[in-house]
């Protein structure tokens, strides 16, 4: 990494080195160690999540030196310029027809696709299930035993290279077509109701003690989120506009892998 960093950064500056087989090796490099997961767009040191900025850029210049290519498999025909991922058996994920996750997206042991699809850049960590029509865009990170629901859509971000990308924390599980984008971060534990929709300016309110606390960009960890109204003064008159609304934490007697449902019977949410 040491080695990558400077050349990535110089080729960041002056695209004329994108000409070097040198510069050439080291971009395939990183994306090569984002595929193995021993390189990460964001990771957390001393429990705050750092953005490594060197490697989004050398995410994005990996598409002026690849080529466009025919790509493949069975049936089906892409024409694309970043191949796919392939041998899942070896790396003990659990793949459904249709589902597809480019090369240079992380996917742990024990993952599970569903038909859905996983970008480039993206961390999926050990056990988590993305379900049907999913989607993990790029640079996304998501935690370990999580659940992604049908329909959920998780936002990418590659430029501007210093924004953060979306980060779901461990044992979170998103309702049916969550909307998480603009590097939101959902802390551990967390449950999203369906139709939840976080973005970078969405309010997010708890609700659940005797005055509100607002929050923007956080949920923090074993918070249960459904979707909610807030009144706006527009020049017209006054409008509801969408907000998410914490209604209270996962008890401790809920196990892990409880459903959505039963979380959010907990608060006499119906469902």
Known sequence: MIQLKPIIESAWDDRELLKQPATRHAICAVIDQLDQGTLRIASQESGVWITHEWIKKAVILYFP?????????????????????????????????QAIARYGAFLAEGVIL??????????IGAGTMVDTWATVGSCAQIGKHCHLSGGVGIGGVLEPVQAAPVIIEDHCFLGSRCIVVEGVRVGSEAVLGANVV???????????????????????PRSVVIPGTIPK????????????????????????????????REFDVPV
Not at 69 to 94: A, C, H, M, W
Not at 198 to 220: A, Q, R, W
Not at 234 to 255: E, H, N, W
């Open 65 to 97: 030196i690849r080529k466009m290519e025919l790509i493949e498999t069975g049936p089906f025909q892409f024409y694309d310029k970043i191949p796919l991922k392939s041998n899942y058996d070896k790396l003990g994920v659990r793949v459904v027809p």
């Open 233 to 264: 003064t527009f020049p017209s008159g006054v409008y509801q506009v969408p907000c998410a609304l914490i209604i209270g934490s996962r008890k401790p007697s809920t196990d892990l892998k409880t459903s959505l449902n039963q979380a959010l």
């Open 198 to 220: 976080l973005t970078g300016s969405t309010k997010i309110i708890d609700v659940s003690g005797k005055t509100p606390v607002e929050y923007k960009g956080y949920i923090p």
């Open 114 to 123: 569903m038909p859905s699809y996983v970008n480039i850049g993206a961390y």
